[in-house]
T-cell receptor, first 119, second 112 residues
């Protein structure tokens, strides 16, 4: 079945540095990927929609200059947290669907997430 | 936009009992309602989904019901087992491949 892989699974960085998170679709090409953020014991909140070959669409309240999204190929989207601060510490999860199947039959598949801790 | 409410936030049951989690949604245009199970430190895993043209769907010990008129849907787990312990999220979207709006989650604890 379709698999979405995220890397790294865990990262600790110092305040002010930047961190890149990768999301790969392993056995299908994803024209669209979604990035979610999840704070401890809370739900998943959509941050942005990543579109291959074009600019990402950000949800209201998400700073596009802080959370840079690049979807340069059909199997890879990256999220870069720039100038990270402790309040950016969270669980970041990407998801994608297989466009080879109709949207009626193809649910979103989620990666295993990246735990970011900013010290 | 869509708003999904989920209840209860925590649920504790004895092994073998049934568990029911309920969700309501606000956007009548939503047509796809998946349920995800999230274990600690992992991403959500799809366990069952239902589309608006169906009122009920069952897969072994898991069933989902949908009342589109009332805009609510429920997850039913029968004969619960300790390995069912996790956080469960309902969600809603226009269609299966579109962005999802999640409910707040339910932490299910199955006591052996």
């Amino acid at each position: 079945g379709a698999v979405v892989s995220q890397h790294p699974s865990r990262v600790i960085c110092k305040s002010g540095t930047s961190v890149k998170i990768e999301c790969r679709s392993l056995d299908f090409q994803a024209t669209t990927m979604f990035w979610y953020r999840q704070f401890p014991k809370q739900s998943l909140m959509l941050m942005a929609t990543s579109n291959e070959g074009s600019k990402a669409t950000y949800e209201q309240g998400v700073e596009k200059d802080k959370f840079l999204i690049n979807h340069a190929s059909l199997t890879l989207s990256t999220l870069t947290v720039t100038s990270a601060h402790p309040e950016d510490s969270s669980f970041y999860i990407c998801s994608a669907r297989d466009p080879g199947r109709s949207s009626y039959n193809s649910p979103l598949h989620f990666g295993n997430g990246t735990r970011l801790t900013v010290t | 936009g869509e708003n999904v409410e989920q209840h209860p936030s925590t649920l504790s049951v004895q092994e073998g009992d049934s568990a029911v989690i309920k969700c309501t949604y606000s956007d009548s245009a939503s047509n796809y309602f998946p349920w995800y199970k999230q274990e600690l430190g992992k991403g959500p895993q799809l366990i069952i989904d239902i589309r608006s043209n169906v009122g009920e769907k069952k897969d072994q010990r898991i069933a989902v019901t949908l009342n589109k008129t009332a805009k609510h849907f429920s997850l039913h787990i029968t004969e619960t087992q300790p390995e069912d312990s996790a956080v469960y999220f309902c969600a809603a979207s226009l269609s299966a491949g579109n962005m999802l709006t999640f409910g707040g989650g339910t932490r299910l604890m199955v006591k052996p």
